[in-house]
């Protein structure tokens, strides 16, 4: 079955520590991965994305993710967080194929204590 | 400000009514997405239209249902209401689907429904 696990429910951390939440994946195929991001009341927004080619991506607020194709991963990394980051953070998959249908992981929501 | 629109932001009805949410894409997106996003169920995916057609369906129940018209813009309609249908429910647009680069999608401010 096709499914996006995201172990880290809740993630509080200091302003300036390290980040990395996990995002691990079941889909048969060639699949696009993205991080979106939904800051406290509000719509969600897209962070990062990766179609093809380098496995690292970066994305906005000094975010990046790398895809791991042979542990099914694409983990969320920030070297330094700041309060600003306190959110919530949904890790998708979509396939290539027309009927594809994305799928949301439940969300990581990051508390960040300044 | 994604350039996709939502109406109403908020909606409160009664237990057994119909209400109809609306969505405008942003301009030149042929896909639509409609999620519902509960405390206890967390993000889940309702439906896409793709150019008027229904493309992809999630975990949407058969007292909902939705369209997409002509001009692009979609309508989520959620009848015989229940308690548990309070939510947010977000509408999303992107403009490519099936294939590379498919899947960006541009979410709307949602709309907030509460069911007394």
């Known amino acids: 079955a096709q499914s996006v696990s995201q172990h880290n429910h809740h993630v509080i951390l200091s302003e300036a520590a390290s980040l990395e939440l996990g995002c691990n994946y079941s889909?048969?195929?060639?699949?696009?991965l993205f991080w979106y991001v939904q800051y406290p009341g509000q719509h969600l927004q897209l962070l990062l994305k990766y179609f093809s080619g380098d496995p690292l991506v970066k994305g906005i607020k000094g975010f990046e993710a790398e895809f791991i194709k042979s542990k099914f991963s694409f983990n969320l990394r920030k070297p330094s967080v700041q309060w600003s980051d306190t959110a919530e953070y949904f890790c998708?998959?979509?396939?290539?194929?027309?009927?594809?249908?994305?799928?949301f992981g439940s969300g990581t929501r990051l508390s960040i204590r300044p | 400000d994604s350039g996709v629109t939502q109406t109403p932001k908020h909606l409160i009805t009664a237990t057994g009514q119909r209400v109809t949410l609306r969505c405008s894409p942003r301009s030149g997106d042929l896909s639509v997405y409609w999620y519902q996003q509960s405390l206890d169920q967390g993000l889940q995916f309702l439906i896409q239209y793709y150019n008027g057609e229904e493309r992809a369906k999630g975990n949407i129940l058969e007292r909902f249902s939705a369209q997409q018209f002509p001009d692009l813009h979609s309508e989520l309609n959620l009848s015989s209401l229940e308690l548990g249908d309070s939510a947010l429910y977000f509408c999303?647009?992107?403009?490519?689907?099936?294939?590379?680069?498919?899947?960006?999608?541009?979410f709307g401010p949602g709309t907030r429904l509460t069911v007394l």
């Open positions: 999303a647009s992107s403009a490519i689907t099936g294939t590379s680069g498919a899947g960006e999608q541009f």
């Open positions: 889909y048969g195929g060639t699949v696009n």
């Open positions: 998708a998959v979509m396939g290539w194929s027309s009927a594809s249908k994305i799928i």
